[in-house]
């Protein structure tokens, strides 16, 4: 059964920088491709950015575009989202997933149980 762990979150002001960690156990990251998502309070889930299983793919989200920077360490079994240039707007509960496929196809059907971000002004 696969499991994702996000780590990471925290409180930062505006203009900085915090990498989370996804860390998948289960059944090896190096056939899954990863995605990170965000809902805040009220707003639908969003797709920030994706990475094909093995990283010469990437998509990111117009908001968050050359600010976010998503990479996966298929030894480690670990995915990241280095966030840069933070600002109040991505506030957010960040999750990230793994699915076979998922980055064409969509559809992500293992996920993590989220980590907080908070962004003051």
């Known amino acids: 059964q696969v499991r994702l762990v996000e780590s990471g979150g925290g409180l930062v002001q505006a203009g900085g920088s915090l990498r989370l960690s996804c860390v998948q156990s289960?059944?090896?990251?190096?056939?899954?491709?990863v995605g990170w998502f965000r809902q805040s309070a009220g707003q639908a889930r969003e797709r920030v950015a994706a990475i094909n299983y093995d990283g010469g793919r990437t998509d990111y989200a117009d908001s968050v575009k050359d600010r976010f920077y998503i990479d996966k360490d298929n030894g480690r079994n670990t995915a990241y989202l280095q966030m840069d240039s933070l600002k109040p707007e991505d506030t957010a509960v960040y999750y990230c997933?793994?699915?076979?496929?998922?980055?064409?196809?969509?559809?992500?059907?293992?996920w993590g149980q989220g980590t907080q971000v908070t962004v003051s002004s």
């Open positions: 997933a793994s699915g076979i496929g998922s980055f064409v196809a969509g559809g992500w059907p293992h």
């Open positions: 289960g059944r090896a990251l190096g056939a899954f491709d």
